[in-house]
């Protein structure tokens, strides 16, 4: 059974920094790409990034383009997203995805398994 938990979100002020992590289980990670999607209030759920199964194909939307960074730890399993410069725009539950494939894409319908979500604010 295929389970992912992410963790690391929290209150910040514009500016700020923080971390989240996925832990994933119940497949071979590394053999799959990996996402992270946010979706604000009132709004549908957007891509944000993602990085292929083995780490060397990454990609970001434009607005996050330069202060996230995601990563993965195949021996641990996990998926990380550092990011900086956080601004209130990037306020929303963030959610990381597994992927189909070994390959990647921005669209929400090539991920299969969703995780809970965690929960970003950025003060103004």
């Known amino acids: 059974q295929v389970q992912l938990v992410e963790s690391g979100g929290g209150s910040v002020e514009t500016g700020g920094s923080l971390r989240l992590s996925c832990a994933a289980s119940?497949?071979?990670?590394?053999?799959?790409?990996m996402g992270w999607f946010r979706q604000a209030p009132g709004k549908e759920r957007d891509w944000v990034a993602f990085?292929?199964?083995?780490?060397?194909?990454?990609d970001y939307v434009d607005s996050v383009q330069g202060r996230f960074t995601i990563s993965r730890d195949n021996a641990e399993n996990s998926l990380y997203l550092q990011m900086n410069s956080l601004k209130p725009e990037d306020t929303a539950m963030y959610y990381c995805?597994?992927?189909?494939?070994?390959?990647?894409?921005?669209?929400?319908?090539?991920?299969?398994?969703w995780g809970q979500g965690t929960q970003v604010t950025v003060s103004p």
């Open positions: 995805a597994k992927g189909k494939t070994t390959g990647c894409s921005s669209r929400a319908t090539d991920y299969n398994a």
């Open positions: 990085i292929s199964s083995g780490g060397w194909n990454r």
């Open positions: 119940g497949y071979t990670y590394s053999n799959y790409c």
